[in-house]
């Protein structure tokens, strides 16, 4: 496969993902709200800048130009999101989408795997077209 087919595979799975996290945050509102209870007095603020954020990073990846930018704010996103998991582990953890039905090291697994792949999707994005990695170093031959 070729590196963009798979740079865009990644960042529509992650769209998928955001997207999805995104919609089901505004469709539950309400219980977004409770559940950040546990972790701030600014529930409906924090609520809008989970939502605002999901989206804004699902609509980076879903257009090209800017893709780079949502690839980029994806493992930014991951590292945030296990942090608070791992701060607070005898909290709930129901941050929408399939997210809600996971277990804390299933969390942690999920934001691994998004961080991976879009380093992955940045390694690929960036990478110089027909560079190619050798096993075997430059030798030279002296004739």
């Known amino acids: 496969m070729k590196r963009k087919t798979i740079?865009?595979?990644i960042s529509?799975?992650?769209?998928?993902?955001?997207?999805?996290?995104a919609i089901t945050?505004?469709?539950?509102l309400q219980s977004l709200k409770n559940l950040l209870a546990?972790?701030?007095f600014?529930?409906?603020?924090?609520a809008w800048v989970i939502i605002i954020a999901e989206a804004a990073i699902g609509l980076l990846l879903s257009i090209p130009k800017l893709r780079i930018?949502?690839?980029?704010?994806?493992?930014?996103?991951?590292?945030y999101a296990g942090y608070t998991v791992l701060r607070t582990l005898h909290f709930p953890h129901n941050f929408g989408?399939?997210?809600?039905?996971l277990s804390t090291k299933q969390h942690i697994l999920i934001y691994v795997s998004l961080g991976i792949s879009a380093m992955a999707g940045i390694w690929l994005k960036m990478r110089k077209p027909g560079l190619k990695v050798s096993?075997?170093?430059d030798e030279v031959v002296f004739t």
């Open 135 to 137: 096993s075997t170093s």
């Open 38 to 40: 546990f972790y701030t």
């Open 97 to 101: 989408g399939i997210l809600n039905n």
């Open 7 to 9: 740079v865009e595979i």
């Open 12 to 21: 529509a799975l992650l769209t998928v993902f955001f997207l999805h996290g």
């Open 69 to 79: 930018v949502g690839l980029v704010a994806v493992p930014l996103f991951a590292l």
């Open 42 to 46: 600014n529930t409906t603020e924090i």
């Open 25 to 28: 945050n505004y469709i539950q």
